[in-house]
């Protein structure tokens, strides 16, 4: 009952604001990563040489008419990705006037720093013609979508009420594997923007495709026997594994279509699956990525703290 009266509590006064700008901003960056995508695989990088103009324009006002060709996809890219930028600054804002919990405030000014940096990096990539450059901002896309995901999954009810109510086995164990298997997943993300814009390292990428499948199917087994919150727990690791299957199927598919002669796919083919085949890797880290916080979430240490953070708040009311 007490926890019951809690969990009720929680919810009260709460905006909705802040959860709701951070589904939108993790939405709105995945299709960025897509499109960012295709411009590495298209080769559409360096279509618009200057930066933060359009060809002396500003970058808002360039003529629709003139997005023809790789530069559809790369003025495209900037666009959707000040769009995000925009919905950083609204979440961040958010966060930092409507959110009770100082750390989940500064999350959100860490989000925006992110985003930031990130526009830096893309632009000085156009200007310095650096490959590493691309690389580093392939990885912080990675990083921050990864936030905008735990933004959305801090600011939700569910990760207060629900974890109130709920308790798992042997929490620690299944913590750290999950956590191993997220940072592997990233480091397998790493070797693939690598691969995608250097063409070296494939050996790498394989081997950190088959640790990663190694411990997918590991972490599945384990959250199997978790306990009380297996099915809290299934929702996700359940889509991992699927995930895992879709993504080993593309990265066969982009691996004979691009390096050896056995699959002779139009140009066009081999962009869709590549492209895909690095959406889905980053579905893949986030998933895991939530299914650590949940994890963490539900060990008895965290519900002692989430206790104590509620009461902390109702009588600062």
Known sequence: MQESNLAAHSGRGVSPWPHRLAVVTACATFPLLFIGGLVTSKGAGLAVPDWPTTFGYNMFLYPWSKMIGNVF???GHRLVASAVGMLTIALALSLWFQERRLWLRWLGVTALAFVIAQGVLGGLRVVLLEHTLAIVHAAVAQVFFALTVSLALFTSSGWREE???QSIRDA???RRICALTTGLIYIQIIFGAVLRHTGTRLDAHLFFAAVVAVHV??????VARSGAARTSLSRL???LGVLLAVQLALGIVS???KFTPMLRMPIKAVVFFTTTHLVVGSLMLVTSLALTLWVYRLSPSSRVALRKEILKEQYSV
């Open 73 to 75: 996809y790369e003025h």
């Open 163 to 165: 974890t109130l109510a």
């Open 172 to 174: 620690e164990r299944l």
């Open 217 to 222: 199917i590991l972490v599945m087994l384990r």
């Open 237 to 239: 690791s359940f889509p």
């Open 255 to 257: 691996y004979l279509g």
